[in-house]
């Protein structure tokens, strides 16, 4: 199998965050495409956790996304910059979103592409015994509301439909698989 070529890449937008690339390639069987991608200008990766307060129940946001232009419920999750180690990152960053916090173990349950256009991972993590905290320092452009929801609410809202982000679900389900049905 012949690797495609690219060619003709020009830079099709460009900010702090993202350089937005739209390049000609051509395939295996020369058939020429056109393709968008994106390059941080960060070092970044993404990360979610699937985090169980102390009775058991797991730590749900719901934020604002662009896409599609709506407030959504996902599990905790944010850019994480390449120069922190993941654990400790995710940890400060469930403090800051959720004003959660462990001295559990983290299981680092799976680390994925994001996908074929953009260049970075996402990694799923896994903790319990999660604990409010009031020493946290929250970004104040931040729109986030947590919520508590049983292992039953949860599920209910993946049957809904309600959890739109699927590395959230991909996340519950590794989390689940992983630990004995959340036995472990």
Do not use: G
């Not at 020009?10 to 965050?17: L, P």
């Not at 990360?47 to 102390?54: E, N, P």
């Not at 953009?118 to 020493?135: A, M, P, R, S």
């Not at 946290?136 to 292992?151: G, M």
């Amino acid at each position: 199998m012949k690797k495609p070529r690219f060619y003709n890449k020009i830079v099709a937008a460009k900010n702090k965050y993202w350089n937005i690339f739209q390049s000609d390639f051509e395939d295996s069987q020369w058939r020429v495409w056109n393709v968008i991608t994106m390059k941080s200008t960060k070092q970044w990766d993404w990360s979610f956790i699937l985090a169980f307060t102390i009775d058991n129940k797991i730590i749900l946001n719901r934020d604002y996304k662009f896409w599609p232009d709506e407030f959504i419920y996902t599990l905790p999750s944010w850019f994480i910059e390449k120069w922190f180690t993941w654990k400790e990152a995710v940890l400060e960053e469930l403090k800051e979103e959720t004003w959660y916090t462990t001295t559990s173990k983290v299981m680092d349950l799976w680390k994925t592409m994001q996908n074929w256009y953009i260049d970075w991972y996402n990694q799923l993590f896994y903790t319990t015994w999660c604990t409010k905290t009031d020493d946290v320092k929250t970004h104040e452009w931040e729109e986030i509301e947590t919520s508590l929801v049983t292992i039953e609410q949860f599920e209910e809202m993946l049957n809904r439909n309600l959890i739109l982000d699927p590395y959230s679900e991909i996340c519950y389900y590794r989390a689940k698989e992983k630990t004995n049905n959340f036995k472990n």
